[in-house]
């Protein structure tokens, strides 16, 4: 084999270098023209709304970006579809972080591997959850102290409902039955809108959803607010307190919608895309339209994203585990 001098070694590399480099340029220039988001929901729900969202902001940029609603199996049809999908940047996924957090400590065909089949590029909106009571508790039930009280004396109303089994929400009200010692019954509907329809009928006497089931009753007379997860008051229900700030520090979460990439998405192509949600949440129809829905923007690089999502896996674990709550579909 031939030697090179350190001249030619160097005019060898600095020409590998940019040889490796434009390939990825190009790929990430045409991902940010041309592109698809996967959903797992149905059209209309904030999963599919924060997608649609950033897809118009990226198509004033000048991206033509459509949203592909893969809807079923509590979007675990769409979350498992990506890994299937051209690691170019062209195709996206936009799920809430609880499908690789929670979602794996639950069911067992999760039909993805939650850490090797999805890169984190940003979370985009956050969404606290809400512990709503219904006419059909008491009047006098005014706080989360009153509720627990109420309960306790009226044990054939000890059920609470979530918008489903194995979500967020579900585990929320494990952790609160828990620690106020209330034994209390989990009904999971399919979505929030028959529970919603449930709790303004006082069909139900409490649930636990996100803020935004509840923003647009809040003056209905038809629910009270008792508590909401995060470690803050919601900018939406600021005279709300939170869990903690009613005796349950242990009760805290808070969901995030993101973005993610295929497995194998080249750091270019991820900062590049992370660099376009980043500019897409600079859109004041953008931040208006998250805020009429009870969302908060909320963004992180991707490494951070990966470390937040590790770190939720690793707290909702246990939770889960204690619940006993598994599911087999």
């Known amino acids: 084999m031939k030697n090179l001098s350190r001249r030619h070694f160097g005019a060898a590399s600095l020409a590998t270098l940019v040889s490796v480099a434009w390939p990825l340029a190009a790929v990430a220039q045409a991902s940010a023209s041309n592109r698809k988001i996967l959903v797992g929901y149905p059209a209309g729900g904030t999963l599919d709304q924060t997608a649609r969202r950033v897809a118009e902001a990226w198509r004033k940029q000048g991206s033509t970006t459509i949203v592909d609603n893969r809807a079923g199996a509590a979007g675990r049809i769409a979350n498992a579809m990506l890994k299937r999908e051209r690691a170019d940047g062209t195709a996206l996924l936009c799920t809430h972080t609880s499908a690789l957090s929670i979602y794996p400590h639950v069911y067992t065909k999760l039909m993805y591997d939650a850490v090797t089949d999805f890169v984190p590029i940003t979370p985009v909106v956050s969404a606290t959850c ?18 627990v009280k109420w309960v306790q004396l009226s044990p054939n109303h000890a059920m609470y409902a979530s918008p489903a089994a194995g979500s967020m929400a579900h585990f929320l009200g494990f952790q609160l039955s828990e620690a106020a010692h209330l034994k209390l019954q989990h ?19 409490a649930y636990l959803g996100f803020v935004a089931d509840f923003l647009p ?66 859109d004041a129809a953008l931040i208006a339209g998250f805020e009429e829905v009870g ?5 992180l690089t991707p490494k951070a994203y ?6 939720e896996r690793d707290k909702w674990g246990p939770v889960v585990k204690a619940s006993g709550f598994r599911s087999e579909e």
């Open 130 to 147: 809400a512990l709503a009571v219904s006419t059909a508790v008491p009047a006098s039930v005014k706080t989360l102290a009153d509720y």
């Open 187 to 205: 009904v999971g509907y399919r979505g929030s809108a028959p529970a919603m329809n449930d709790l303004l009928g006082a069909q139900i006497p």
């Open 217 to 282: 009753y809040l003056q209905s007379g038809k629910l009270r607010i008792l508590a909401v997860s995060g470690d803050k008051r919601s900018r939406f229900m600021p005279g709300v307190a939170t869990f903690a700030e009613q005796g349950y520090p242990a009760i805290n979460g808070i969901e995030t919608y993101g973005i993610f990439a295929p497995p194998g998405t080249p750091d270019a192509v991820v900062n590049s895309v992370h660099a376009s949600v980043l500019a897409a949440t600079q």
């Open 295 to 299: 969302l908060e923007l909320l963004t």
């Open 306 to 311: 990966e470390r937040h999502i590790q770190q």
